[in-house]
Nanobody, 128 residues
Framework: QEQLVESGGDLVQPGGSLRLSCAAS????????IAWFRQAPGKEREGVSC????????FYADSVKGRFTTSRDNAKNTVYLHMTGLTAEDTAVYYC?????????????????????WGQGTQVIVSS
């Protein structure tokens, strides 16, 4: 059974860092484009980043560019979201999602319907 499981969410102080993990089972992550989305209370779920398979592009939302980095460890069948310079505006539930289209596209990676598989989410709270 195909499954994505996020982990690494935590309470962190402003300016701090976290690394979120997205582990896949039942399929090979490198065959998929993997996006991170987040949803803050009372807000729409928004796309944060998208990493293509090994040879494709990576995209970031303007709100996280320069602070967040996504990477793959194919040996572990896991994708990571490295977050630095966290602010209260980054507080949200973070989700990873898999698209069998292999490549991320700047114009469509934030469209939720593109993704076949979703994780259950991991909570990030940025507060002093």
């Amino acid at each position: 059974q195909e499954q994505l499981v996020e982990s690494g969410g935590d309470l962190v102080q402003p300016g701090g860092s976290l690394r979120l993990s997205c582990a896949a089972s039942g399929f090979i992550l490198d065959d998929y484009a993997i996006a991170w989305f987040r949803q803050a209370p009372g807000k729409e779920r928004e796309g944060v980043s998208c990493i293509s398979n090994s040879i494709g592009p990576t995209f970031y939302a303007d709100s996280v560019k320069g602070r967040f980095t996504t990477s793959r460890d194919n040996a572990k069948n896991t994708v990571y979201l490295h977050m630095t310079g966290l602010t209260a505006e980054d507080t949200a539930v973070y989700y990873c999602a898999a698209d069998s289209g292999h490549y991320c596209r700047r114009s469509t990676y934030t469209i939720r319907d593109r993704y076949e598989y979703w994780g259950q989410g991991t909570q990030v709270i940025v507060s002093s």
